[in-house]
C-alpha cells in the first residue's frame, strides 16, 4: 500500500520525500507507536486507504487499485482470470478471503474433472482462459460461505482443495443433530442463501453493479513483463 500511496503522490516532492522518510523509520522501528497513534501528519495519510488517500490529495485515483475501499490482494487478474471476477463480485471488495479459486491457478486437472466434468478440464485449468469462470467461482464462493459458517480453516478448502461440499456435510449433523444438514444438496442451497443475504445487505446499503468494476489498471494496461505479457 506504502509503493501506491508513493506513485499517488509522486508530484509533490514534500510529501514523497516524507512517506520515503517516514516508512524508512517505520521499518527500523522508531516510528512505529506514531503510525498506530496517527500523532504525525504523514502518519494520518498512511493510516488511510488509498482510495482515502487519493480522496484527500484529490489526484492519484488512477493509482489506487481498490475494489469497493478494499485495497487489491496479491493477485493480477490480468493473469488469473477468475480473481477479476472474484474482486468484482465480493461484498466486502477486492477480497480473496471469501472467495478464492485456486484449482484453476495451479492446474489442479483431477479435482477440475471431479467437479466441474471432464469436458471442461481444459478450460477450466487455463487460467488466462474465461471459460467456465463463472462456474468455478460461484462454486467456490458457496463453498466459503459454509467454510466461514462453521469456523473451519480455508487451508485444505481453498489450497490445497482437498475438503468439499461432501466432507463439510459430515461435520454439522454430529455438532447440531439437525440431519438435515448432512444432506450436500442442501447445504449448497443453504450456501447460495447466504451468499445472496450478504448481496442483499450491499444493495439496501446503495453499494450496487457499479461498484463492482476493476480498476483501469487491470481493464486497460496490459501486463508489462512476464510469461503472461
Known sequence: MAFEILAIVKNNEYLKNAILRFVSQKFRGKQSEKTESCEANIGNILAESVNRV????????EYALHIK????SAQDPRVHKTIGLTWAISVRGADNLRLLTIVDELGYRDIA???????KVDDVCDRL??????LIVKDQEGLFALVDSIIMCKYGTMWPPMYYFDFIARLPPPLTGIK?????RNLMLIAERIVNLKRCFNLREGVG??????PKR???EPMPIGPSK
Open 113 to 119: 474433472a471431479e467437479r466441474f466434468g471432464v469436458d
Open 209 to 214: 453493479k457499479e461498484s463492482e468494476v476493476l
Open 54 to 61: 487519493s480522496e484527500i490529495l484529490g489526484k492519484g485515483y
Open 129 to 134: 482462459s474465461e471459460k467456465y469462470k463463472r
Open 180 to 184: 438435515e444438514f448432512g444432506d450436500v
Open 218 to 220: 487491470f481493464t486497460e
Open 69 to 72: 475501499g478494499l485495497e487489491v
